[in-house]
Structure formats: structure tokens, C-alpha cells
């Protein structure tokens, strides 16, 4: 019973932490593009 009970709470964390790691991910790949577009913006203005 405390085994099952265990591998719930181990299974729970670990689906908890990939869902969180999801949303890293998405905001993370959010910043990196919003900083290539200031990137490029900043070279564009350059050129002029």
C-alpha cells in the first residue's frame, strides 16, 4: 500500500515538472526570438 502510494506521489512530481517544464520552454523560445528581432532591428538601423 505505502509503495503504490509512493509511485503516485513520484508519478504526480514528475508530471507536474514536465508540465512546468513545458511552459519554460514556450517562454523561454519566447525571449530568444523577441531577442533576435532587436538583433536584427539594431542591424537593420545600422545599414541605414
Known amino acids: 500500500m505505502i509503495k503504490k502510494t509512493i509511485a ?4 504526480a512530481l514528475i508530471c507536474t515538472s514536465v508540465l512546468t517544464a513545458c511552459n519554460t520552454t514556450r ?8 531577442g533576435g528581432s532587436a538583433i536584427s532591428d539594431a542591424a537593420t538601423n545600422a545599414q541605414k
Open 8 to 11: 503516485a506521489l513520484i508519478a
Open 27 to 34: 517562454g523561454m523560445g519566447q525571449d530568444i526570438q523577441e
